[in-house]
Nanobody, 129 residues
Framework: QVQLVESGGGSVQAGGSLRLSCAAS????????LAWFRQSPGKEREGVAA???????SYADSVKGRFTISQDNAKNSLYLQMNSLKPEDTAMYYC???????????????????????WGQGTQVTVSS
């Protein structure tokens, strides 16, 4: 059974940094993507960043140059290093797993078809000005 558990959220002032983690377990697929999505009240879920089993990455334009996604296969963990945080980054951040998707595909497909993937419960990030 696939399990995704996020951690590392919190409150930070604008310009600060946070590192999110996602402990992933229960899957043995050879081709997959792990991704971060976020959602704030009243807004649609947005793809933030993804990394696939070939190491390719994809980022939303709004976070390019500020966020870095990485994974540690030995620890079955996914990370999101968030620097230069802005108040508009405030949201619940979710870890997601997509099977047989490239990183860019995962951001597109899972956004419009969340049922095609596996999801964690989320971790809250709040950035104050």
């Amino acid at each position: 059974q696939v399990q995704l558990v996020e951690s590392g959220g919190g409150s930070v002032q604008a310009g600060g940094s946070l590192r999110l983690s996602c402990a992933a377990s229960g899957y043995t697929y050879g081709s997959y993507s792990l991704a971060w999505f976020r959602q704030s009240p009243g807004k649609e879920r947005e793809g933030v960043a993804a990394i696939d089993s070939d190491g390719r990455t994809s980022y939303a334009d709004s976070v390019k140059g500020r966020f870095t996604i990485s994974q540690d296969n030995a620890k079955n963990s996914l990370y999101l290093q968030m620097n230069s945080l802005k108040p508009e980054d405030t949201a619940m951040y979710y870890c997601a797993l997509g099977i047989s998707m490239t990183a860019s595909q995962a951001l597109l497909v899972l956004r419009s078809n969340p049922g095609f993937g596996y999801w964690g419960q989320g971790t809250q990030v709040t950035v104050s000005s």
